[in-house]
């Protein structure tokens, strides 16, 4: 480890140089919210941006990605959610784009790392535990990012503080960690525990690339520290939300014991989506992270960058 750690930040550091970006930071790949626009504006920041594929088919993501090659030259990737099902459509098409950087989640990309890894492709699995983590890297994962169940959207079970240590000690390839971090001493307490980049869901929300409706970005604005819940765990798939009209009624309807748990899978479907485009507040599920008490203001995805990274090195140095 250099002498100084804030120098890990910048010289020399491992995501940087397998990434080509100007600051370790990946963008979180969320559901209807991670487009071309916000990937475009996170990576002509200096980070990494992804697009999310997750309710994508082949073609649609294939435009997306055509359009984000139009908004910026720098690196930037693509988030596939391997429970979609338009996966096998998807993997396919990153291959035709000449993509070449992956994050991967709810599942095990086995399937589709060596057609990914014989196109030249870097594949950073998100992973919430040791075992998976380890599993990974001999699948040939470029990189991990380890979540705490701090985060925004479908969680695991363990906290980030507890997690990170545990992963960077039991892997060699490079961790980045998720979960819980919105500002300079996020970062500086992740790079304190081993990791050596961030990935970072919640604050770009409000980043005025973000294209969400303006109901989402004023409730992550106005929330607090307890303004998250947690909802699905029967199912176990559980999910990190805003408490809402829909959070609150998902809640009610999965502890009755004569609702079953295919009627509660269907009682999620679109929810996102009715959040994230037209901003209802009695349907909408408004996944965010336990952190959105701190994110207080909309701006730039430069703005946030930098504002973060400043921090951080102040704090590390």
């Known amino acids: 480890m250099p002498k100084n750690i804030s120098e890990k930040m910048f010289k020399n550091n491992a995501f940087c140089e397998l990434l080509g970006i100007e600051y370790p930071i990946i963008q979180g790949g969320m559901a209807w919210i991670s487009d071309a626009e916000l990937a475009a504006g996170v990576s002509n920041a200096g980070g990494l941006g992804l697009i999310a594929a997750m309710s994508s088919n082949g073609e649609q993501l294939r435009a997306e990605i055509q359009k984000c090659k139009k908004l910026t030259d720098k690196p930037f990737g693509v988030n596939i959610m391997l429970m979609s099902p338009f996966c096998d459509e998807v993997a396919k098409v990153v291959i035709e784009e000449g993509v070449k950087v992956l ?10 790392m060596p057609m990914w890894l014989e196109a030249g492709i870097k594949v950073i699995p998100v992973t919430a535990s040791v075992a998976h983590a380890k599993l990974m890297q001999r699948a040939g994962a470029s990189a991990l990012i380890a979540e ?5 959207g479908h969680i695991g079970e363990l906290t980030t503080m507890a997690l990170i240590p545990q992963v960077a000690d039991a892997v060699t390839v490079p961790l980045a960690a998720a979960g819980g971090i919105a500002d300079g001493r996020g970062i500086a307490a992740v790079f304190m525990l081993g990791a050596e980049a961030v ?3 919640t604050r770009f929300l409000v980043a005025k690339e973000c294209g969400i409706h303006q109901n989402y970005k004023d409730f992550v604005l106005k929330a607090n520290d307890v303004a998250t819940t947690v909802t699905g765990r029967r199912t176990g798939h559980p999910v990190r939300s805003l408490k809402s009209e829909f959070s609150r009624s998902f809640s009610k309807i999965e502890n009755d014991p004569n609702v079953t748990d295919e009627e509660i899978g269907k009682l999620g479907s679109g929810a996102l989506r009715a959040a994230a485009k037209d901003g209802d507040k009695l349907k909408g599920s408004f996944m965010a ?16 960058i930098e504002e973060m990274f400043s921090k951080a090195k102040e704090l590390l140095s």
């Open 103 to 112: 994050t991967t989640g709810a599942g095990n990309p086995a399937k589709y």
């Open 148 to 152: 705490g169940q701090e985060a925004g």
């Open 199 to 201: 990935q970072v869901g």
């Open 289 to 304: 992270g336990q952190i959105a008490g701190l994110v207080n203001k909309e701006q730039t995805a430069k703005d946030i």
